[in-house]
């Protein structure tokens, strides 16, 4: 494609692991992809860095999992607080069991300079900001580039800017605000246990008055000499999270300070997190949103790097001649995610009632219960359970999911008006 107005069978906003992925599997499709991002790489990009056995899995898919778990690679989850501790590896499963952490800097790059290398066109520096349409579709996007207006005619358009959306916004994208979403602040460390293989979760999350967070603090080693240490908590517009993220984040690494050989915080960021599918609007005729702009983020740990690269792929394999895309993708996200994430959902509402982490908490995590139950919650945790899973836990998550999916039909899950 050249000059000021050109077309493109597939036009990718935002170049993150969503985007990229999306990239390759459409370059490898055969499809002529053009993948932009408002920023130039390597960049950054708020978040735990973690890699489910999920997420290596999908990076399978792209010929990376080995490039990326090859330095450093992790056997599961220690959760900590009220008083207990539980180990829970990674289980045994269609995932496999190895898992990884990688800073965003280095993960997005890796993935961006693949999908040039498969054969998509990139544009840094490119900021997607204005669309128009024909009916329902998607006729010409604005791209500022290299400060030069040009106008773009794709025959498909996938959205992958992010948890904010701003392009998504253009399209008609909406939050559902009352729904559970995390809010979260990540910070980097030296520490000399940096290549311990398990990462840690402190449920017990206390604020400097001692009140206990509707959330998690998090130390994610990433095998550099530097760990990921982070806190999130749960709100929703009714019971808004009282908390300074960045505040909190200092106080819990204060607290991890000795026992992991802490440097001090560096390179602060926080972020505002849509979860579980609650946003409307997510598709056209010829255009669909993936990963976090389409709030595929699961809302027990905040993961969703997984879903972006598994939503990429699905979202490629949809693009047909003539297929209008409208009621198709969202029917495919219910039907992939729906149960899941509703019931998901659910569960991360009624941690944001102060008094329940603190009454279930300390069941959880001490003795032969926590024992018994938290490895089965570390498989939810991770998104580990498929539909091809038939043992017990798997068939009361699918069942508990199906009945919370009947008693919440008006809940939004990716509703296709606002």
Not at 101 to 128: I, K, N, S, Y
Request: hydrophobic share 40%.
């Amino acid at each position: 494609m050249s000059g000021n107005v050109g077309s493109v069978d597939v036009l990718i906003v935002g170049a993150g692991p969503a985007g990229s992925a999306a990239a390759v599997h459409a370059a490898e499709a055969g499809h002529e992809v053009l993948l932009l991002d408002a920023a130039s790489f390597p960049r950054d990009k708020t978040c735990g860095d973690g890699l489910t056995p999920r997420a290596v899995h999908q990076l399978g898919k792209l010929g990376l999992a080995e490039a990326v778990t090859s330095d450093y690679h992790n056997k599961g989850l220690k959760l900590h607080g009220f008083g207990g501790s539980v180990t829970a590896p990674w289980p045994e499963g269609h995932y496999g069991t190895r898992g990884s952490a990688m800073p965003r800097t280095e993960f997005d790059h890796l993935l961006v300079r693949t999908a040039v290398a498969r054969g998509a066109t990139l544009w840094e520096d490119a900021t997607a900001t204005g669309v128009q349409f024909a009916g329902s579709r998607v006729d010409v996007v604005t791209v500022r580039h290299g400060g030069v207006e040009k106008q773009v005619r794709p025959r498909w358009l996938l959205v992958a800017d992010g948890v904010r959306s701003t392009f998504g916004k253009l399209l008609g994208r909406q939050w559902h605000r009352g729904e559970v979403y995390g809010i979260a602040a990540r910070s980097y460390c030296t520490s000399a246990m940096s290549q311990e293989p398990w990462i840690h979760s402190h449920v017990e999350l206390r604020d400097t008055d001692g009140t206990v967070q509707p959330g998690y603090g998090w130390i994610f080693p990433l095998g550099d000499g530097r760990v990921n240490l982070g806190a999130g908590a749960l709100s929703t517009d009714s019971r808004p999270a009282k908390v300074n993220t960045k505040r909190l984040l200092s106080h819990y690494a204060a607290q991890r300070r000795a026992e992991w050989g802490l440097g001090p915080e560096q390179d602060i960021a926080s972020a505002l997190l849509p979860m579980g599918g609650a946003v409307s609007n997510v598709a056209g005729a010829n255009w669909l949103l993936i990963g976090d702009a389409a709030a595929l983020v699961n809302p027990l740990n905040g993961e969703g790097i997984d879903y972006g690269m598994e939503s990429a792929e699905m979202a490629v394999d949809l693009l047909r001649p003539g297929r209008d895309l409208t009621l198709v993708w969202p029917h495919v996200l219910r039907e992939t995610y729906g149960e899941a994430f509703l019931l998901a959902r659910t569960a991360a509402r009624l941690l944001t009632y102060p008094r329940f982490l603190p009454l279930v908490g300390p069941l959880g995590l001490r003795g032969p219960v926590g024992a018994a139950i938290m490895p089965a919650a570390t498989r939810l945790m991770g998104n580990l359970i498929t539909d091809e899973d038939r043992d017990l836990i798997a068939r009361a998550w699918r069942t508990a999911g199906s009945a919370v999916s009947r008693m919440r039909r008006d809940t939004p899950l990716w509703a296709t008006a606002a």
